[in-house]
């Protein structure tokens, strides 16, 4: 497979005694719409931090485009930052500049570009977004679905090389998360910018992504592309989670076997698999030694060995 955009390797953060982030590897391909999978607490934000800079890894590296994000220099690290983008929520807007002013402020913040060109560029991804009709309102005049569309708009205003989306459908109703997701794999396909999608949700990000890591307590457990990841799903928690899935049909009735007691804390999790305490495949070792990532086909790899061993395929 290519070159990733981004690749984590063997990264480790900790905050004090806490590990946050377990010996994470993943890899960011351009062109496609990748999404973490993961409960609040799992460390999806600080993962994120790696990417934008805000954090350093205290073992492993994080690498964009095979060069290593710590050892950019203020020159290279401008340009870095106009190539990652960064989704922020609503409350990210002005509220006192209008739409286009909103859009226009990161191209003039970081760019040199001319007052036409920004005008163009700005025009052309207001218009990408559909918000042509309310240009020069503002946003607490529009509602929660085109302000989210106002966000988007200024995270490609740079034609960014990747866009880091952090729960962009997060408060909206079930409508208007329909619409965000359709505007984002219409977007992608025209923009063609690489998509970090964020989610603790498997039922919207079903719909649009080419690969999918799901994540518990700062560890990658499975990670591979989405349809072999839903159709041959190899770990026990994401076994669970793809069966939490609602099913529109009122006469189904679950049989599939729902983890044990509750999620450990964040501040103290368990050694080796986190995940064992509430697996009923767990073995002694599981708690003893951490899993690593190894193959289970293709570019499907799992962090269990008890289910690859035991041919669970």
Known sequence: METPLIEFKNVTKRFGSRTILDQVNLKIYEGQISTIIGKSGTGKSVLLKHIIGLLSPDEGSVLFRENPIGSLKKSEWDAYRVQVSYMFQNNALFDSMTVYDNVALPLQQTTNLSKTEIERRVMARIEQTELTEVAYKYPSELSGGMQQRIVIAMALACDPALLIMDEPTTGLDVTTQAKIIDLVEDLQEKVRA??????????????????????????ILEIGPLDEVFDHPVHPYTISLLAAVPVPDPKFRR???????????????????????????????????????????????????????????
């Open 255 to 313: 049989t599939d076997t729902i983890p044990k007691g509750e999620i450990p804390s964040a501040i103290d999790p368990p050694a080796g698999c986190r995940f064992h305490p509430r697996c009923s495949y767990a073995i002694p070792g599981c708690s003893v030694k951490m899993p690593v990532l190894e193959k289970a086909a293709g570019d499907h790899w799992v962090a269990c060995p008890v289910r690859l061993n035991a041919g669970s395929r």
């Open 194 to 219: 690489s998509i970090l999608y964020i989610t603790h949700d498997l039922a919207t990000c079903k719909y649009i992504c080419d690969r999918i890591a799901i994540m518990y307590l700062g560890q």
